[in-house]
């Protein structure tokens, strides 16, 4: 007869240590770098945005500076019309910075989040899956939710990244909670936060 060999329980049970040993030290550092991509990403879009709105100026400028008939500041950036700051005796807004679509808020203070969406949409070239509407937001269909905030100069839109939000007390999906970036277009800022 031939004599049958195998693994032995006690060297099955050296394997399942060994394996949980490297899965037990594997882990935290795979989720680390997880939480590093999500902050990459945010950082891309956000530089990647910062720099369509300057283009946007730049286009701005490069056409001589152009306005409507009643002084409002305009450009056709990449074939869209986008309304653009006027310049305030106070500082507190810059010249030449998108805020709106031509068919959008006519007026800095009344910026939306509809506003702030479509110039996510409209100054980036491959612009991410975003939406205004918070339950939308919470499905996993979207990658980032836009909300406006602040009034007069002050006004800003924030972009939150969906993949990096966390969940509040009830267990819900808290679309609030994670890294985003701000546009601030008086000013022509771009900032990001990370949670």
């Known amino acids: 007869m031939r004599k049958q060999s195998g ?5 099955l049970v050296i394997v399942i240590i060994v394996v949980g040993l490297l899965a037990a030290t594997a882990l935290p550092r795979f989720l680390q770098v997880t939480d590093e ?11 990647g945005f910062a720099t369509s709105v300057l283009s946007a100026r730049a286009q701005w400028e490069a056409y001589g500076r ?6 409002q500041n305009l450009v056709n950036y990449d074939g869209t019309d986008f309304w653009l700051t006027k310049a305030t005796d106070d500082g507190t807004v ?27 949409d409209n100054l980036l070239q491959n612009p991410p899956l975003a939406t205004t509407d918070k339950t939308g937001a919470a499905s996993g269909n979207y990658l980032f939710y836009v909300k406006a905030e ?15 939000a966390g969940k509040d ?27």
């Open 94 to 120: 810059r010249d030449g910075y998108p805020y709106a679509l031509t068919d959008g808020a006519l007026n800095l203070n009344v910026v939306s989040e509809t506003d702030c969406l479509s110039l996510l």
């Open 7 to 11: 693994f032995s329980l006690v060297e």
């Open 66 to 71: 152009p306005s409507n008939a009643s002084g």
């Open 150 to 164: 602040g009034n007069g100069s002050e006004k800003l839109c924030r972009y939150y990244q969906l993949a990096s």
């Open 169 to 195: 007390g009830s267990g819900s999906v808290n679309v609030e909670a994670g890294h985003s970036f701000t546009y601030k277009p008086a000013l022509g800022r771009v900032e990001v936060y990370l949670k």
């Open 37 to 47: 991509a999500k902050k990459a990403s945010i950082e891309g879009v956000a530089g």
